[in-house]
């Protein structure tokens, strides 16, 4: 059986991928939904896990507010102190964890979990003490794992929230990840809940129970029927009970709902080429090579492999490339800055450290990882946004990554 690629919230150790850019996948598909296979996919009418409540707040949770928090308290003070709370050795020193995902009462309980459990336990606390709080999605560069036959891509959540006129704040739990610039998106509290089922249906899918995945990923796509990376990810499920017919149209319900989905796209390259339809494989593998060249974080994965093989001038021309696609990702800067230092350029090293320093302070919102789970912002000092992406995986340029 092929791998199978599917993705995750803020659970693994970066290892051989990297986002994608802001572009979409040329690839004409021929798709056509239909209504009779989406209703065999997801037959619920309602939730089907009512009685979890991932921001559910017990008492010993809510008294310990109350006794932290003063009425008095500026809304500034009051996230100092759940932060205080949350992380600081003396109180809860919340733990970076990657295994399962969690409810707020259970990371309060357990004291670890992974960023989208800490954010459950960190936005109910918030609001509770009435601090506007919501999650938000950020795209990440590049975080796969291989666990047996499948792939496993994470993404990121964190937490923001307004303070007043031209100022928010972010909140961030995470180990030293590498964040693409400017990619922040709000998403409302069932798009979180969507996600934390298709948390749970990845690790039932990790642990081989394919039917509390089946029911975890039905539930996720029913809450929020757009939601790419479960509509991949029931296709996973699909391809290893072998119901390949299902598999291929939720890999295609992936693209139709996010045309830069690149791991459906290579899920579905990679079905083709199972039951050999190769033509077909052969059209979804040349789209992705396509998508890699605009993809300045595909040339920045190229450069980094060649550094790491102290091949200079791919290095160089790779960085080059990144830098020609997106100006405002100060990594790309650094690391060409590097190339240029070990080929003794050291006027031209110095010249694009400046440059990528220069990138980080014109936006106060571009969020670097950091000991700091708190930062606060003006607003209206952001430049911009860009979408988030998808991921391609990168062992195209060196065979020995699996």
């Known amino acids: 059986m ?48 009512p009685w979890i409540d991932p921001l559910y707040l017990n008492s010993e ?32 020193n919340l733990q970076y964890s990657e295994f399962q995902t969690h409810t707020a009462e259970e990371v309060f309980q357990l004291r670890r979990g992974n960023c989208l459990s800490v954010m459950n336990l960190y936005i109910a606390m918030a609001r509770y003490a009435g601090i506007d709080a919501a999650f938000q999605t950020v795209a990440v560069r590049p975080e ?31 180990p030293e990840i590498q964040l693409q610039q400017l990619t922040a998106k709000a998403v409302s509290d069932r798009h979180a809940r969507a996600l934390f089922f298709n948390n749970l249906g990845a690790e039932a899918l990790i642990a081989e129970d394919l039917d509390a995945a089946f029911g975890y990923f039905k539930n996720a796509i029913f809450l929020q029927p757009d939601l790419a990376i479960a509509w991949n990810n029931i296709g996973a499920a699909f391809n290893r009970a072998e119901k390949t017919d299902l598999a291929e149209y939720s890999y295609h319900m992936a693209y139709w709902h996010d045309s830069d989905n690149a791991t ?23 789209a992705i090579r396509q998508f890699n060249e605009r993809n300045p974080y595909h040339h920045f994965a190229r ?59 014109s936006d106060a919102a571009i969020y670097q990882p950091s000991s700091e789970k708190l930062r606060l912002i003006d607003s209206s000092r952001i430049i911009g946004k860009g979408r988030t992406g998808t991921s391609i995986k990168m062992d195209q340029f060196n065979n020995q990554l699996w």
């Not at 199978?4 to 939904?33: K, N, P, Q, W, Y």
């Not at 809510?62 to 932060?83: G, N, V």
């Not at 499948?150 to 928010?168: D, E, M, Q």
Request: hydrophobic share 40%; glycine share 4%; net charge neutral.
């Open 303 to 361: 450069g980094q492999v060649a550094l790491k093989a102290q091949n200079l001038v791919l290095a160089r021309d790779s960085f080059l490339s990144a830098v020609r696609l997106k100006e405002t990702e100060p990594d790309f800067y650094v690391a060409l800055s590097k190339v240029y230092a070990a080929m003794g350029e050291d006027s031209l090293a110095a010249e694009l450290r400046r440059k990528a320093e220069t990138v980080l302070v």
């Open 144 to 174: 796969w794992d291989k666990r047996g036959e499948l792939l496993v891509l994470s993404s990121h959540i964190n937490a923001s929230g307004n303070l007043g006129y031209k100022r928010r704040y972010i909140v961030d739990f995470t």
């Open 2 to 49: 092929t791998n199978s690629a599917f993705s995750r919230i803020c659970l693994f150790h970066a290892v051989v991928v990297l986002e994608t850019a802001c572009a979409s996948i040329d690839l004409e598909t021929g798709f056509s939904r239909d209504s009779a296979i989406e209703s065999e996919i997801i037959s619920q009418s309602s939730d089907t896990y």
């Open 264 to 286: 459906a796209v290579n899920n579905l390259a990679k079905h083709y080429r199972s039951v050999g339809a190769s033509n077909k494989a052969k059209q979804y593998e040349t």
């Open 61 to 92: 949770i809510t008294e310990m507010l109350d006794r932290l928090i003063a009425k008095s308290d500026s809304s500034e003070l009051r996230i100092a102190k759940i932060q205080a709370l949350l992380f600081n050795k003396s109180y809860l």
